[in-house]
């Protein structure tokens, strides 16, 4: 046979090949349509997202979901009417982990009513609130924003208004006082751990003072005279011979914070056996608490304010004695509602709560809004079941990680620092 033709054996491998080749290219199409059609599936994905609770951290929330782009239907609840809601006057201090995480949200500083120091933003929660809020009903300004406000969330809720939206996402952020979690059939068993510090609090009313915020004042290893009660503290080592003084020692670290109408005091110490810290723990005796408050406030306040006399001291509040500071979190801080196909995350003071109060438990429930953008998305594209139950199990950790996180540091860096 000549050179340039083609034999039996010679043509059936052509053809083969080209059967091949038909079916790679064929494959390969399939593919790219395929990848296509699920990246333009996934860039159009979107949820309805219910966010309930108009607090800081429910409307910091609400603002995470909206930067997503993947949120068709938002809606935002409370119970409190706008008035009481944006009346708040109780001063937060926002961290400079706080401060990051909300600026590229949208949130001026400069334009909230409030002062800086030492890189922490102190406002009240009416005002950062009403900033919140604005922001919000600008960027909602479109067809599938709802504020709903002065309105309960109840089974009768659920059924009028949650059921016939069908919100893929429900964001619980109503407080630890609130009853969503119940309505929604969500766990209610809290884990309780100690942060191996004992604490008290103290409040002081002064309506003819300014409400305006001021920076907080720390005071640190203050040792407390108590000889009046029998109770002389000399030194560290006869107090804890045995203890690392960097660690714990019978020192304690008092917080001034609140505006000049509404003061907070907190006073706190390690844990230790300590004569003083034994004696605070279980003498029932709220003249003494209050004589302590009464004598810290007076010596650690800011200059330009009035002393506090004597004849206030029937006004200050305080604790009765030295408690052990403790964390309660969520067993459940998310949950997937089968046959509904809705997956809830439980943030805010609604996670997690302690139960001791420094002006700054908002930077608390910020940090667990830090995971919530990724969360929304992931639910927005998922597949199928596996997929939403990834993002919750991610959801969990993440919760999981910020109490973790706030036992090892949270009061060293809100009081102890």
């Given amino acids: 046979m000549g050179a340039g033709t083609t034999g039996p054996d010679g043509g059936t491998e ?87 995480f909300l600026r590229p949200l949208g949130v001026d500083f400069d334009n909230v009513e409030g002062c800086w120091r030492n890189g922490h933003f102190f406002t009240r929660v009416g005002v950062f609130q009403e900033h919140l809020l604005s922001l919000l009903e600008r960027k909602g300004q479109r067809p599938g924003f709802c504020l709903l406000l002065g309105t309960k969330f109840t089974d009768d809720f659920m059924r009028k208004v949650v059921v016939p939206d069908w919100p893929k996402i429900i964001v619980v952020a109503d407080g630890s006082h609130g009853e969503t979690c119940s309505v929604l059939g969500l766990s209610p068993d809290y884990v309780v751990e100690s942060c191996n510090a004992y604490g008290a609090n103290a409040t002081i009313t002064r309506l003819d003072q300014r409400q305006v915020p001021t920076p907080e004042i720390r005071a640190h290893n203050l040792y407390l005279d108590l000889s009046a009660y029998g109770i002389e503290v000399t030194s560290v080592a006869k107090e804890a011979p045995s203890l690392p003084q960097a660690v714990e020692q019978p020192g304690f670290h008092l917080k001034i914070y609140g505006t000049f109408r509404n003061r907070y005091m907190a006073l706190a110490c390690p844990a230790s056996d300590s004569k003083v810290v034994r004696f605070l723990r279980h003498t029932l005796s709220p003249s003494i608490m209050k004589t302590i408050f009464h004598q810290a406030f007076n010596t650690y306040k ?98 999981k990680q910020v109490a973790e996180d706030f036992k090892r540091n949270g009061l060293l860096t809100t009081v102890f620092e």
Avoid: W
Avoid at 27 to 53: D, S, W
Avoid at 77 to 83: C, E, I, T, V
Avoid at 362 to 367: A, C, D, E, P, T
């Fill in 14 to 100: 052509a053809l083969a090949l080209d059967a091949v080749l038909g079916t790679l290219l064929a494959v390969l199409l399939l593919l790219a349509v395929k990848a296509a059609a699920e990246q333009l599936r996934r860039r159009r994905a979107g949820v309805a997202v219910l966010v309930v609770g108009a607090g800081p951290v429910g409307l910091t929330a609400a603002l995470v979901a909206v930067r997503t782009g993947r949120v068709l239907k938002l809606t935002v609840q409370d119970a409190r009417a706008r008035g009481p809601l944006l009346g708040r006057p109780q001063q937060i201090a926002l961290d400079p982990r706080s401060v990051r």
């Fill in 302 to 399: 800011m200059d330009i304010e009035p002393r506090v006399r004597d004849t206030a001291m029937p006004r200050v509040q305080c604790s009765r004695k030295l408690f052990e500071i403790v964390l309660s979190h969520r067993r459940a801080t998310a949950a997937y509602i089968q046959g509904e196909g809705r997956v809830v995350t439980v943030e805010g003071e609604a996670a997690r709560v302690l139960n001791f109060d420094t002006g700054s438990g908002v930077n608390l429930g910020l940090q667990g809004l830090e995971s919530l953008d990724e969360f929304i998305c992931k639910i927005a594209t998922a597949v199928d079941q596996s997929d939403i139950l990834e993002a919750l199990a991610a959801k969990i950790r993440h919760s």
